[in-house]
């Protein structure tokens, strides 16, 4: 008896000192991330609230980049914008939902320093960025450590996230590019001017979103808009195409580039992020069709639709400073001051940042990462945000927050299965993890096109004919979107109770 009862114990003790074994091993596995840009900081927030260490690398300010101004984590570098906050009917305002549901870190910090910016969610990127800076610099599980990570990542970092975005330090980018056997893929991102509201002359311009469309911090009145008449806007027209331009520099351009002026002739820009002059370039009216479009705005002077609108987006919380919706551009600084102040209402503008244009460098996923977001060839490296060819401020946060996730779950020795793909977040990582063809992989934002396509019954509603016969007809414009946002917030809230 007393035999049975020492081996009874020893078992016991046996199996708590595994336990506990396991655990310091666990616990012992760090989860390195480069970069502490949206991505990558979603990714450390994720991961260190599961209960991981994790290890924040940032070259800023040791090393700076051609395009970022302060050492802030998740500094916004273009727009101020997150785009539709609209859940039900718009793919990024999903996406923005299912984050929320996820515990983002940036769709928190977000809400907290959001401007007025009609149906968008938009912020003051100064607030926004020290509210995330400070959330990781307090949480107990984040080290962040300030330096360059000039190669592939040690041996011996055996969980690794590289989430370093369009601007990728040349050393790393060459040792993931000399690893992946790929070449390179890149396009080139544009900037919008800001100007600062006192400048702006509202005699001319004035408030007003589109359709009167209140948002998540709006009144309805958001948007400062300049009217152009039919020969105000065809002569704006003309001053974009005759403008000086500013040549790409060194350190954007792939290597064996012959020279500037020819990389210039064929230059991959993303659709989504094209040069004011780039759209003006493909015909008179494309710009009334695009950031310069009139509809649903009534210039109350008049108290008709101009033929055209320049909008201007509120860019910090004390509305000192508004953005040019739209008005990315390479034009040279002193022509931008010149052209832009053409624009009604803007012919005192003060330019608080002019626009630039800058290379954005992404992998082809497709072809390197396996559905978990790790590099085929090498599993310990995962990759996350836009270098996975991800396009948009929350589209790139969104892979960061899965792969901090997967990674910190196969840590713990619990690895998790991907979001249903008919879900935004579950969509978004099928596209670059093998739905999109590699041969002609581009960058892609979060669209409808992305999602498995509804079922009979989900696409159409049923109804009772006058005959009283019970009729099926499909669903359209919002019915159909809200479809698919209740398809996938209900697979979303079905995949979280499996985590």
Not at 455 to 468: D, F, H, I, L
Request: hydrophobic share 40%; proline share 6%.
């Amino acid at each position: 008896m007393i035999m049975g009862v020492i081996i009874g114990d020893w078992q016991v003790c046996s199996c708590i000192i595994q336990q506990v074994s396991l655990q310091t091993e666990r616990m012992s596995k760090v989860l390195h991330i480069i970069g502490a840009g949206l991505a990558g900081s979603e990714a450390a927030w994720q991961a260190a609230n599961m209960g991981v260490q994790v290890v924040l690398h940032e070259m800023r300010p040791v090393r700076e980049t051609p395009a970022h101004k302060t050492d802030g984590c998740a500094e916004l570098v273009c727009s101020n914008s997150f785009r539709s906050d609209d859940h039900e009917h718009n793919a990024v305002g999903l996406l923005h939902e299912e984050m929320r549901k996820l515990n983002s870190i940036i769709m928190r910090e977000g809400g907290k320093a959001a401007v007025p910016a009609g149906g968008a969610l938009a912020v003051d990127r100064d607030i926004f960025s020290d509210g995330v800076t400070k959330a990781l610099s307090e949480h107990p599980n984040i080290t962040l450590e300030r330096g360059e990570i000039d190669g592939l990542p040690p041996e011996a970092w055996e969980h690794v996230i590289i989430a370093t975005g369009p601007l990728t330090s040349e050393p790393l980018a060459n040792a993931i590019q000399e690893l992946s056997g790929k070449d390179a893929l890149a396009f080139f991102d544009a900037i919008a001017p800001i100007i600062h509201t006192e400048s702006i002359n509202m005699d001319v311009a004035w408030f007003q979103s589109r359709y009167d469309k209140v948002g998540p911090a709006g009144s309805g009145k958001d948007y400062i808009n300049c009217p152009m008449n039919k020969e105000q806007y065809e002569a704006f027209v003309q001053e974009l195409l005759s403008a000086e331009y500013g040549l790409f520099k060194e350190w954007e351009l792939p290597s064996g580039t012959p020279s500037l002026g020819e990389q210039e002739q064929d230059t991959p820009y993303f659709e989504g992020c094209m040069p004011v002059e780039i759209m003006a370039s493909r015909g008179i009216e494309t710009l009334r069709y695009g950031p310069m479009k009139p509809v649903g705005l009534v210039d109350p002077r008049t108290g008709e639709e101009p033929y055209a609108v320049v909008q201007l987006r509120q860019d910090n919380a004390l509305g000192t400073l508004y953005n040019m919706v739209g008005f990315q551009t390479k034009m040279k600084w002193g022509e931008q001051t010149r052209v832009f102040k053409t624009i009604p209402g803007l012919e005192d503008a003060n330019f608080a940042r002019l626009g630039g244009l800058h290379r954005n460098t992404f992998i082809n996923s497709p072809q390197l990462l396996n559905a978990r977001l790790q590099m085929e060839t090498q599993p310990r490296l995962r990759f996350a945000g836009q270098i996975t060819g991800c396009e948009g401020y929350v589209e790139s946060a969104s892979m960061g927050l899965i792969a901090g996730r997967m990674a910190a779950s196969e840590i713990l020795g619990s690895p998790i299965s991907t979001p249903p793909q008919t879900t935004a977040v579950g969509a978004l990582m099928m596209h670059i993890t093998g739905g999109a063809d590699a041969k002609t992989f581009q960058p892609m934002n979060i669209n409808f096109g992305l999602f498995p396509p509804l079922s009979r019954e989900e696409a159409t509603v049923e109804y009772t004919n006058k005959k009283g016969k019970v009729k099926r007809a499909k669903l359209k414009g919002n019915d159909r979107k809200k479809a698919y946002t209740t398809r996938a917030l209900n697979d979303l809230d079905t995949w979280i109770k499996t985590l």
